[in-house]
């Protein structure tokens, strides 16, 4: 399924060749190369990690991508320490990656370019809570972000298993007039990290989304990156 909305998040543009991601990779050469990095931007070079990588599988990919987050984020905000369940949500901030082999002997490396936004998001996030931790109650994941007004934010839709059902959430949440620029920016199991703008107080917009009759419901399980969570109705 991951590979169904990833396929589909790539046609539109967000990331990457999808054949560059999950074929096996190429001997090393012009082909097998990352794409440079502009000279002299120390910014965009934080939020890109190349770490070892065992094999080309799946959870092989996923064990890499939580290590170059690992990485990432100590490039971003040293000291910064994110939770296993962060880390095991890790592609979900992923922008774009790709294999390539290893300088030195035959081993593969795995270079994952990520999200600023995203990653951005899950610092100020941790650093929320911890401000919360004195006493208010921290942010769940249905409301992370409670917005008191209009803004920008990811949302996490979970229950997507088919093609004809991602594109039912890209027609539905498109036709909110709350939201504008509604964009997949990424996608893990059945669920799709989307980045959408709005004009109302989110809780407005999320009641909106979710009332009677319709095919979305809230998610009362919080999702890294997301400020916040809702599952399809099918």
Do not use: C
Not at 142 to 150: D, E, F, I, R, Y
Not at 182 to 200: E, I, M, R, S, Y
Not at 218 to 226: L, R, T
């Amino acid at each position: 399924m991951m590979r169904v909305l990833l396929s589909l998040i790539l046609g539109l543009g967000m990331a990457g060749a999808a054949a560059a991601q999950t074929a096996t990779p190429a001997h090393a050469g012009a082909a097998s190369a990352p794409a440079p990095t502009p000279a002299g931007d120390p910014a965009a070079n934080s939020y890109s990690a190349t770490v070892p990588v065992a094999g080309t599988s799946d959870a092989q990919r996923n064990t890499a991508i939580a290590s170059a987050l690992t990485q990432v984020l100590q490039q971003v905000s040293p000291g910064f320490a994110a939770s296993p369940d962060a880390l095991a949500q890790a592609s979900g901030y992923v922008r774009d990656f790709r294999y390539k082999r290893a300088a030195a002997g035959g081993g593969l490396e795995l270079q994952v370019d990520f999200d600023p936004g995203a990653v951005s998001r899950l610092v100020a996030a941790n650093q929320g809570a911890a401000a919360n931790a004195g006493g208010a109650t921290p942010a769940t994941g249905s409301t992370a972000a409670n917005v008191a007004q209009g803004g920008s934010g990811n949302l996490w839709v979970d229950g997507i298993d088919s093609s004809h059902a991602f594109a039912s959430l890209l027609s539905a949440l498109r036709a909110d007039t709350a939201l504008h620029d509604v964009t997949p920016v990424g996608a893990q199991g059945d669920g799709v990290l989307l980045h959408l703008d709005f004009d109302q107080p989110l809780a407005a917009v999320l009641a909106g989304l979710t009332g009677p009759g319709g095919h979305l419901a809230i998610n009362q399980q919080p999702h890294a990156g997301a400020d916040a969570a809702l599952h399809w109705v099918p």
